[in-house]
Nanobody, 124 residues
Framework: QVQLVESGGGSVQAGGSLRLSCVASGYTYSSYCMGWFRQAPGKEREGVAAIYTGGGTTYYSDSVKGRFTISQDKAKNTLYLQMNSLKPEDTAMYYC?????????????????WGQGTQVTVSS
């Protein structure tokens, strides 16, 4: 049974940094995407970043490009999201997802497995 467990969320001031982690168990790394999504109250879930586990290609939404970095440690079965220069608009529940397609990396319905989420709150 695949399980994704996120951690690392918290409250920071604007301009600060956080690193999210997602530990995967029961999941075999192959040629799929693992990604980070976020959802703010009253808004749709949006793709933030993804990594193609086969080759390591990364994808980012325009809103986080240059500020967030997605990475993976296959030996630890862990996905990371380094978030720098955080803004109040980055405030949301952040979810780890696995099993997506690189062609549609930002579409939440393309992913098979999801974590429970970790809250990120950025104050101005």
């Amino acid at each position: 049974q695949v399980q994704l467990v996120e951690s690392g969320g918290g409250s920071v001031q604007a301009g600060g940094s956080l690193r999210l982690s997602c530990v995967a168990s029961g999941y075999t790394y192959s040629s799929y995407c693992m990604g980070w999504f976020r959802q703010a109250p009253g808004k749709e879930r949006e793709g933030v970043a993804a990594i193609y586990t086969g080759g390591g290609t990364t994808y980012y939404s325009d809103s986080v490009k240059g500020r967030f970095t997605i990475s993976q440690d296959k030996a630890k079965n862990t996905l990371y999201l380094q978030m720098n220069s955080l803004k109040p608009e980055d405030t949301a529940m952040y979810y780890c997802a696995a099993g997506g397609s690189w062609i549609a990396w930002a579409r939440s319905n393309e992913y098979t497995y999801w974590g429970q989420g970790t809250q990120v709150t950025v104050s101005s």
